[in-house]
Structure formats: C-alpha cells, structure tokens
C-alpha cells in the first residue's frame, strides 16, 4: 500500500457529506454536490491508477471527466427548463 491508495482512500470518504448534500438539499444544490462527485471519482481513480501501477488504467479516470462535463451540461440544459 502506497502513498496514491490512501489518498485515494481517503478522498472517498468526502462522498459522504456530498450524498448527504444530494439527499437532504435543494436541487441546485444537490446538482453542484453531485458534479462535485464526478470530479472526486476522477480523482480517486488517477489516484488508483498510479497506486497499483496500471498504466492502461489511466484511460478510466479521462472517460470520467469526460462523462462528468457532459452530465453537467445535459443537467444544466434540462434544469433551466424546470425552473
């Protein structure tokens, strides 16, 4: 276990206050609580790719960041229509 696994470790522990901010908030806040989450995945999964030494696993983490900006435009597009 290296410095990488427990950093990524421990940024999982911050999706229990942002689930929390999905469940119990307003929905604007929820929204930016969950984009929050796609970047902390991001995170955690570079941060797991450098700590078990995959090299082909880095392709992960880039689709995640990926398919986080698009989720918050396609939210962004459709919660202007509800409000």
């Known amino acids: ?3 990488f696994v427990i950093a990524a470790f421990a940024l999982m522990l911050g999706f229990v206050p942002l689930g929390l901010v999905c469940v119990l908030a ?3 806040d929820g929204v930016a609580a969950l984009e929050l989450c796609g970047s902390l995945a991001t995170l955690v999964l570079l941060c797991l790719a450098e700590g ?3 090299s082909f696993a880095f392709d992960v ?3 995640c960041a990926a398919g986080t900006w698009i989720g918050g435009l396609v939210f962004a597009r459709f919660f202007t229509r509800l409000h």
């Open 1 to 3: 276990m290296n410095v």
């Open 26 to 28: 307003r929905e604007i």
């Open 52 to 54: 078990f030494h995959q």
């Open 61 to 63: 983490p880039v689709i």
